[in-house]
């Protein structure tokens, strides 16, 4: 499509409004075919840098005097004047969304506007005559649109409401949430791909500086949010239509933590008990849905949700709505339940941090989250994602200990080795007497972890892995990535662990899905020890090597993850370089005969990898061939140097202690010269 063709489309439309307006035949049917047509185009996804420019066009020429032309989003807020047909009202408002929605900075001078005929009509008498309100006086076959109701067109005025709160509020989408937040693993690759979230405005088609600037503003957002929670959320939320009050919960599912943290007390206390109340107590599957995923959003970011009886109140709700029969409820439930659940871990360390036992309430909830995510990884696969998800949050924060000396904690060395080093750890010890109290007793009653539940999880992650989908089988990886990252856990005792490194090497080789690859090999690279990898070690190295090797072969990949291809041959590379540093004597005994045969592998890839690494930024980055010709992106600015050079040592050592001196004698050379 020609660049220019959509303003044109939407300025051809634009004018024959204003003419068959002007000529006072009043065609309801034909003005709601125009207005649909109109909505369509705004609607165009990505938003046009040409129709942006058309429309603040549009609006400078109306302001000037000797012009008085209305813009587009002027004539359509004369649209919903009171007396119009309700087709007329529902359409155009299905317009301004659009607008509200692909060009937020062009409804910045209409809020006044628009929450005023929100009010209005969320203040209209429930009717089922409503919807032929004025038709009489307008001409044309309006029958299509006779399901248009004074309702509707009340649900589509807080959907206008909604985006505009979403724009001043810098709402960027709720799955950045969920997508992927193991950014504290050591060895995520940090090219990540930027994602369209149909859900959050279009922020940045041209926006000039200024403009730009305001995103960091969020008192303005505070200011609207203050006033819809005095004026219309009240109306909305006890609205007899259920569709609107699904809509007014959906609003709050597009706050952000920066205009959340500046609104006043009472506004906070007010949102988080409309939403609880309403997951609660509604009967529409809609209105505790969209009840359920405002939780699941705030609770993200909200500390006043850890205060008093909220949190309980918060988590029973999502407790009872995981067993409701709708699955479009018990699928929000586990989404929020997974947000809560992580919200809880960043929690924890924020406690830890503050030193403060009274916080350590927050935490005695976390054994019904972890039953009611249990139960869930049996339900279907979209909500079984989500519960492996809260899973892997849980099994991050339990603190599992080998036996039950240690929590009595009868020595003051093992006590201060605790505080110091748990990361949930939320003990302090006061000087009382001249001795040392101990006060982890409270860590003792809220995240001591049951071995027997455990196991339950992690046979719930290898069910999950091998019956579940696509979605299920990423999820589990990014749950064992959370598991493996628990400091409490000696990895080489769990009878479970050879199995489980056995399903993530399955994954990684075999799987047709990148993203399912990728999260597999961010798995294999969270160990931070030989130990932790066990008997499984040998197996591991091997694996890596023979991927790295094969990595240019023609592998099925599924259309739909191709996309991630790039970031699994980085997220390899690096895994490969982290599990390498860890390779001792004693492996290079096991593994003498894999080490000797790679030899020339191994040196001809690190040798590429090390030319790449000390390329300067505006070089290109280097490549390396294999032995069978393939080819394979280093990108070599996102692996660290320190661990090359752990890697590299390794193998030197290995090849020097196996007497094959002439290879120890070139790795040597390669770290001399990467030194």
Request: hydrophobic share 40%; with cysteine; proline share 3%.
């Amino acid at each position: 499509m020609p660049e220019d063709l959509l303003a044109t489309t939407i300025a051809s439309v634009h004018d024959w409004i204003k003419i068959d307006i002007a000529s006072k035949i009043e065609n309801a049917a034909l003005l709601g075919a125009a207005l649909s047509c109109l909505r369509t185009a705004l609607s165009r996804s990505p938003p046009s840098a040409h129709v942006l420019k058309m429309l603040e066009n549009n609006i400078l020429t109306g302001l000037l005097p000797s012009e008085h032309e209305a813009s587009t989003t002027d004539l359509l807020v004369q649209l919903l004047e009171p007396g119009k047909p309700a087709v007329i009202t529902f359409e155009s408002l299905q317009a301004l969304k659009a607008v509200s929605h692909n060009y937020p900075s062009i409804m910045t001078g209409f809020w006044e506007q628009i929450s005023a005929i929100a009010y209005r009509l969320l203040q209209c008498p429930v009717t089922n005559e409503v919807s032929r309100f004025n038709s009489d006086s307008w001409k044309g076959d309006s029958s299509k649109f006779s399901g248009v109701t004074i309702e509707k067109c009340t649900v589509a005025a807080i959907k206008v409401i909604d985006e505009c709160l979403r724009a001043v509020s810098g709402f960027k989408g709720a799955d950045d949430l969920v997508e992927f937040r193991l950014l504290d693993i050591q060895l995520m690759s940090n090219i990540t791909r930027e994602k369209r979230v149909s859900s959050a405005p279009s922020y940045g088609v041209n926006l000039p500086d200024s403009q730009k600037n305001e995103l960091t503003d969020f008192s303005s957002g505070a200011t609207r949010w203050s006033e819809i929670v005095d004026k219309h959320l009240p109306l909305a939320i006890n609205h007899s239509f259920p569709m609107v009050r699904a809509a007014a919960m959906t609003c709050f599912a597009g706050l952000t933590s920066s205009v959340f943290s500046v609104v006043e007390a009472e506004v906070q206390d007010y949102i988080l008990s409309s939403i609880a109340t309403a997951a609660l107590k509604d009967n529409s599957p809609s209105v505790k849905s969209a009840a359920c995923r405002a939780i699941g959003v705030v609770a993200t970011f909200s500390h006043n949700v850890y205060s008093g009886s909220m949190l309980k109140k918060i988590i029973h709700a999502i407790e009872i709505n995981t067993h409701d029969s709708a699955a479009s409820v018990r699928l929000t439930a586990s989404w929020t339940l997974a947000n809560i659940c992580d919200s809880l871990r960043h929690r924890a360390i924020e406690v830890q941090l503050e030193s403060c036992i009274d916080n350590a309430c927050d935490f005695e909830h976390i054994p019904i989250l972890a039953e009611t995510a249990l139960r869930l990884t049996k339900d279907g696969d979209k909500i079984k994602s989500n519960a492996v998800r809260a899973l892997g949050h849980i099994s991050r924060s339990l603190r599992f200990y080998c036996d039950s000396s240690t929590y009595e904690l009868n020595k003051i060395s093992e006590s201060f080795h605790l505080a110091q080093n748990l990361e949930f750890s939320i003990s302090f010890f006061q000087q009382s007497n001249g001795s040392l109290v101990s006060t982890s007793c409270v860590l003792n009653r809220t995240l001591h972890g049951d071995h027997r539940l455990l196991e339950r999880m992690v046979q719930a992650f290898l069910s999950c892995v091998t019956a579940g989908n696509v979605k299920v089988q990423w999820n589990v990886c990014h749950a064992l990535s959370n598991l493996f990252m628990n400091d409490t856990l000696r990895m080489r005792d769990m009878p479970w662990a050879p199995t489980v490194y056995s399903i993530l090497l399955l994954l990684l080789r075999d799987s047709s899905n990148c993203k399912i690859r990728m999260h597999a090999a961010v798995a294999l690279a969270v160990p931070s020890s030989r130990l932790d990898y066990g008997n499984s070690f040998c197996d591991v190295v091997q694996e890596l090597e023979h991927l790295l090797e094969t990595i240019g072969s023609h592998q099925s990949v599924t259309p739909s993850s191709f996309k991630y291809k790039d970031n699994l041959e980085k997220q390899l590379i690096l895994t490969t370089i982290h599990v390498l540093g860890f390779v001792t004597l004693k492996d290079g005994l096991a593994l003498n005969d894999f080490f000797l045969k790679k030899a020339q592998f191994l040196e001809e890839w690190f040798k590429a990898l090390c030319s790449s690494l000390m390329e300067t930024p505006d070089q290109p980055s280097a490549c390396m061939a294999t032995s069978t010709g393939n080819r394979a992106d280093l990108m070599a600015t996102n692996v660290p140097k320190e661990l090359v050079q752990k890697a590299l040592k390794s193998l030197y050592d290995v090849y020097e202690s196996s007497n094959h001196r002439s290879v120890a004698e070139r790795f040597e050379k390669l770290i001399r010269s990467f030194s």
